[in-house]
């Protein structure tokens, strides 16, 4: 059977972790710590920054070389968040997350404690893979939507979720024309099946509420310093952060006032689908600038959602973003296809990363800035229809074509159909 190269990738980096401890829902005490230990040591120190050039009409690749070359032109540095076993910013935060939660919450109980959570694509890939290594069993709540538009991100989300472990998990399609609310809508009515607040206090089930926890904004800060000084990034005059749930905007603010020395600039940027904060700041979005459906998972399609999300209300309420950006699905496109042609998956970046990356880029000519950051939030593999597949010697690399198709690859349809997930 043939395996996602991002199966491989999770498989091949956690090998140690798995070997040492094959059934983690049974381990406690000293044993237990050690275990929450190489997760630490595994989801950390892995984020690093590339270094773009901003030319008239595009950017160019620096090589490590020439990222502190006076061209006279802007750089954009981006933090790269992807250098890791779930290739996506996600991971550290569950890490982080579950080891506060075994310290702080003694009812959960490994093996039978089950982890729920909502997602969009990422976030659920990480949480797919940290309770697997951690022992717990997982339901995750996810739009429909994704499954009809991105079905490749649906397949990895179900791999990683479901994995191969005694726990197991599941993953759950949230039926509804609402997106992210339908998820949340079906996420709530489960808590209420195994108890509410009850079930809760007896370790039924437990919340790592990634969007509304202080623990999200610390572990996703640790890795920007992270990607900071393994980069060696210089003083910034702006950082530019995808909006979502605010909670790498907030982080970003936050690694800001440790990383500079003088007081650059926060900028948000959102899709054109359903841009909740753009219009908060300026009110309603003209008919002919919105599109048609979300394309940027996890940084549009928040709006239409009946809570607050606490880091966003807390960036407004501070003015601490200078602008929102919005950035429309051609301008990201053109940014994605260019970038990602000939890369292998791990070098490859996904659209919000795209579009970060855009929007960085008018952000510096705009304002004549000579160095700005953004994040590289995931890569390219959970977009379109294909899964890519581990290469072998004969085939070689795996690498981006376009389109959403690799150059050694399954439909995501089939893949998941003829997955078994145990």
Not at 195 to 223: D, I, M, W, Y
Not at 311 to 334: N, P
Request: net charge negative; charged share 25%.
């Amino acid at each position: 059977m043939n395996i996602s190269a991002p199966q491989q990738r999770f498989e091949g980096m956690t090998s140690e972790i798995r070997q040492k401890y094959p059934h983690p829902e049974s381990i406690t005490g000293e044993r237990r710590c050690k275990l929450r230990e190489l997760l630490r040591v595994y989801a950390s120190d892995c984020a690093r920054a590339r270094c773009y050039l901003v030319e008239d009409d595009h950017v160019a690749p620096l090589e490590w070389k020439h990222r502190h070359t006076d061209f006279g032109r802007p750089k954009i540095w981006q933090l790269e968040m992807t250098n890791n076993f779930s290739q996506n910013h996600y991971l550290p935060t569950y890490q982080y997350l579950l080891q506060k939660m075994e310290e702080t919450e003694p009812q959960i109980t490994p093996g039978k404690t089950i982890m729920l959570e909502v997602t969009t694509g990422s976030a659920g890939i990480a949480f797919g893979h940290v309770g697997q290594l951690a022992g717990y069993p997982r339901e995750l709540f996810a739009p429909q939507e994704i499954a009809k538009n991105d079905p490749a991100r649906w397949a990895l989300m179900k791999e990683a979720v479901e994995g191969n472990d005694a726990c197991g998990g599941k993953l759950i399609a949230a039926e509804g024309n609402e997106f992210l609310a339908s998820a949340i809508r079906q996420f709530r009515l489960r808590i209420q099946e195994l108890g509410g607040q009850q079930g809760r206090k007896e370790g039924r089930f437990a919340l790592p509420n990634h969007s509304l926890r202080a623990e999200t904004v610390e572990a996703c800060k640790q890795s920007l310093l992270e990607a900071m000084r393994n980069g060696d990034v210089p003083p910034l005059d702006a950082a530019i952060v995808g909006i979502g749930n605010g909670t790498s905007a907030e982080a970003m603010k936050q690694a800001l006032k440790q990383h500079c020395v003088t007081k650059p600039v926060l900028f948000g940027f959102e899709g054109k689908h359903d841009p909740g904060l753009w219009q908060k700041l300026h009110g309603s979005l003209p008919a002919h600038e919105r599109e048609d459906r979300v394309w940027m998972y996890g940084v549009d399609g928040t709006g239409n959602i009946d809570m607050d999300f606490r880091f966003v209300e807390a960036l407004l309420h501070e003015g601490a973003l200078k602008d929102i950006l919005l950035i429309s699905r051609q301008e990201c496109e053109k940014m994605f296809e260019t970038l990602n042609h000939g890369q292998t998956v791990e070098h490859t970046m996904g659209r919000s990363s795209a579009a970060g990356l855009a929007a960085a880029a008018r952000v510096a000519r705009e304002n004549n800035f000579r160095n700005v950051c953004c994040i590289r939030y995931d890569t390219a593999a959970p977009y379109g229809s294909s899964v890519p597949i581990s290469s072998n010697p004969i085939d070689g690399q795996t690498l981006y074509t376009s389109h959403g198709n690799w150059s050694n690859h399954t439909d995501a349809q089939d893949y998941g159909k003829d997955t078994v997930f145990r």
